[in-house]
């Protein structure tokens, strides 16, 4: 057996197949990565000596006489040369989402979307464990699915964070409930089309069947449309209208609504701890996931009022000599971190650009209404991002480049008045500057920190 990519994902799915006396073989086309270093973490893991051999480069065609399937890590596109060629010669192409599937026991939650997936499966999987006695909250979200496998009872419920990347390689996957937030431009330079977007998004439910449950955005044109097709049975939240059936958002409370009887479940603004309508979203979303689950509402109202913003998430920091610091790293791209300025309430200095997803911006800068006084833009993409606000009416002068990411902050500090806010909130991914999207919003925090009051 095959796996592909050395990474947190590949050395799970490793570790999962050799303590069940598979011999898999690891590769990565990255010929500088360092084999021994790969083995010595694999080891570690599984506490014994190992047999997997790891190779690197160029890929070695003669794996594929002797391999009956291949696990990729998400990073690896399923339309790379060698994947194509290991498909053409009859391989079965998991991911490690499936890998650990047919290792697992109990029931799966599975989560999607292109935005909110890791707050609402976080509180998704306090709920759970809340009321649960074995809950593993697993994926995309950071634990990879393959460690937690093992460990699994008939009776587990396993909280799944899943990405469009881990949907394409699904085959037997079947969660008894799913949900898809919302569905909105991202990642089109791996699925290169809108509609290959959507269908890897959907795929959630690809083996659900009418006993089962799909929780749905009535306000995203793509779920609300999916509705119609989905086979298992749907429940819709609303953040703009009241339903005859499903959750909503109306004032300050959240309703549910079973054949028009309106029930008020809680008020946003005493009973989160969260702010913004994207927000009050992904708590809709996971009241519909959890009572799906079998959890009562007073218990899952009872978590609501208990949990806290996930980090890097419009999570607040500090104020420092009036400034209200919110760090929103987490938002890689335009529809979350337009989520993130309808959350602010002050004047906004705001920090954008990075890497460069083949996004648009306009929608982003439209949203900015006055509240974002100075943007300071970073980054591969800070150009394109200037010209678009230019564009769409945002003053020119108002817009700062810099070079690196302390410069920038020292920027804000210098552009922010008491009264302001200063929010990191890029639309765009971290790489080229930082290993990733929780680097770059610990390196904010730190930077909020150190400053004097």
């Known amino acids: 057996m095959i796996v592909v990519g050395t990474g947190k994902s590949g050395i799970g799915s490793a570790a999962l197949l050799e303590k069940y ?25 599984l506490g014994k000596e190992i047999k997997a051999e790891v190779y690197t ?6 794996l594929v006489e002797d ?42 939650i599975a989560i999607t979307g292109t935005n909110g997936k890791t707050t609402t499966t976080s509180l998704v999987g306090q709920i759970m464990q809340e009321y649960y006695d074995s809950v593993y ?39 008894q409930v799913s949900a898809i937030l919302n569905i909105t431009p991202d990642h089109l330079n791996r699925h290169h089309t809108m509609k290959n977007y959507v269908a890897a998004k959907e795929a959630v439910t690809m083996n659900q069947t009418e006993e089962d449950y799909c929780i749905l955005n009535y306000e995203n044109e793509y779920t609300r ?28 409370d959240i309703f549910l609504a079973v054949d028009g009887v309106q029930r008020r479940l809680l008020n946003v603004k005493t009973d989160m701890n969260l702010v913004g309508v994207c927000n009050i979203e992904n708590v809709m979303a996971a009241i519909g996931i959890s009572m799906s689950a079998g959890v ?16 890097h998430r419009i999570e607040y920091v ?42 648009t911006y306009d929608d982003w800068i439209r949203c900015f209404d006055g509240k974002v006084k100075k943007l300071v833009l970073i980054g591969q993409t800070r150009e394109k991002i200037a010209a678009c606000a230019v564009q769409c009416g945002f003053p020119k002068e108002d817009i700062l480049f810099e070079d690196t990411f302390e410069a920038a902050l020292d920027a804000c500090v210098r552009e922010a008045a008491a009264g302001d806010a200063v929010l990191l909130s890029p639309a765009c991914a971290s790489w080229g500057m930082f290993p990733n999207y929780e680097v770059r919003g610990t390196q904010f925090k730190e930077y909020v920190m150190n400053l004097k009051e």
């Not at 480069?57 to 003669?62: Q, S, T, V």
């Not at 994926?139 to 990405?163: F, H, K, Q, R, W």
């Not at 009562?296 to 980090?311: K, S, T």
């Open 21 to 45: 006396g598979a011999l898999p073989v690891l590769y990565d086309e990255n010929e500088k990565t360092d084999k021994d270093a790969v083995k010595a973490v694999l080891r570690e893991k």
């Open 57 to 62: 480069g160029a890929f070695p065609k003669a």
């Open 67 to 108: 391999a009956v399937l291949t696990v990729l890590s998400p990073g690896v596109p399923v339309d790379a040369d060698f994947v194509v060629y290991m498909k053409e010669h009859g391989m079965h192409i998991w991911g490690e989402v499936e890998l650990a599937y047919h290792f697992a026991k109990g029931s799966v």
């Open 137 to 175: 909250i697993v994926g995309n979200i950071g634990n990879p699915y393959t460690d937690a496998a093992p460990l699994m009872g008939e009776d587990t419920v396993s909280v799944a964070e899943i990405s469009s990347f881990q949907l394409e390689t699904i085959e037997d996957f079947h969660p």
């Open 225 to 252: 449309n999916f509705g119609d097709r989905c086979p298992a049975k749907v429940v819709y939240f609303s953040s703009a209208q009241r339903l005859e059936n499903g959750l909503y958002y109306e004032g300050e």
């Open 296 to 311: 009562p509402m007073q218990n899952i109202l009872a978590a609501i009022r208990r949990f806290v913003a996930v980090e």
């Open 318 to 359: 500090a104020t420092k000599r009036g400034v209200v610091y919110y760090n929103d790293s987490k938002a890689t791209n335009t529809d979350a971190a337009i989520q993130g300025i309808k959350a602010m309430e002050r004047p906004t200095v705001l920090i954008g650009g990075g890497y460069d997803k083949d996004s």
